[in-house]
T-cell receptor, first 112, second 113 residues
Framework: GDSVTQMEGPVTLSEEAFLTINCTYTATGYPSLFWYVQYPGEGLQLLLKATKADDKGSNKGFEATYRKETTSFHLEKGSVQVSDSAVYFCALSAYNTDKLIFGTGTRLQVFP | SQTIHQWPATLVQPVGSPLSLECTVEGTSNPNLYWYRQAAGRGLQLLFYSVGIGQISSEVPQNLSASRPQDRQFILSSKKLLLSDSGFYLC????????????FGQGTRLTVV
């Protein structure tokens, strides 16, 4: 069945470091892919999305590219800030069922 | 504007008691609706989703059920709670095509004692 696999956390970085959080997926057809973020004490909110192969989603300095050949959607940011500390969830929306599946989440901790 | 309401925020229930959690959406029609359970280390586990009134898809066979009696109402139920049903339950909605943004309720913290 459809699934999403994320790298386990926590990921601990110093401010201004480069961030990569890996995400791979298994799905039939052509799913849409998402990254959601949950800041401490808040609900989930959409960070970025990509709806077809080779699309790049971007927001707040974060980027992720839909790679069909490697079934991946890795999240990157060139220079993280303390305020980026949160839990990041990779998700897919199945093409023919509208099922919305999330990964296990990756906690990012950024220290000054 | 669209809003989602989920209640109650917290709930403590004894083992074997029934459960009813309600989620309603305002300001939209024919949304897709979802129930998730969020647990540490397991992320958001999809429990049920619905693409229309009376249409329920179950993802995880367990002690819970869901119903959608009205277009913008989604209910999570159990006849007899187990200790393992404890967790944080989230309701979410998206417009009628699920390749757009999902919006989440504030969640219900359920503790079964």
């Amino acid at each position: 069945g459809d699934s999403v696999t994320q790298m386990e956390g926590p990921v601990t970085l110093s401010e201004e470091a480069f961030l990569t959080i890996n995400c791979t997926y298994t799905a039939t057809g052509y799913p849409s892919l998402f990254w959601y973020v949950q800041y401490p004490g808040e609900g989930l909110q959409l960070l970025l999305k990509a709806t077809k192969a080779d699309d790049k989603g971007s927001n707040k300095g974060f980027e992720a590219t839909y790679r069909k050949e490697t079934t991946s959607f890795h999240l990157e940011k060139g220079s993280v800030q303390v305020s980026d500390s949160a839990v990041y969830f990779c998700a897919l929306s199945a093409y023919n069922t509208d099922k919305l599946i999330f990964g296990t989440g990756t906690r990012l901790q950024v220290f000054p | 504007s669209q809003t989602i309401h989920q209640w109650p925020a917290t709930l403590v229930q004894p083992v074997g008691s029934p459960l009813s959690l309600e989620c309603t959406v305002e300001g939209t029609s024919n949304p897709n609706l979802y129930w998730y359970r969020q647990a540490a280390g397991r992320g958001l586990q999809l429990l049920f989703y619905s693409v229309g009134i009376g249409q329920i898809s179950s993802e995880v066979p367990q002690n819970l059920s869901a119903s959608r009696p009205q277009d913008r109402q989604f209910i999570l139920s159990s006849k007899k709670l187990l200790l393992s049903d404890s967790g944080f339950y989230l309701c979410a909605w998206v417009p009628d095509r699920a390749n757009t943004e999902a919006f989440f309720g504030q969640g219900t913290r359920l503790t079964v004692v």
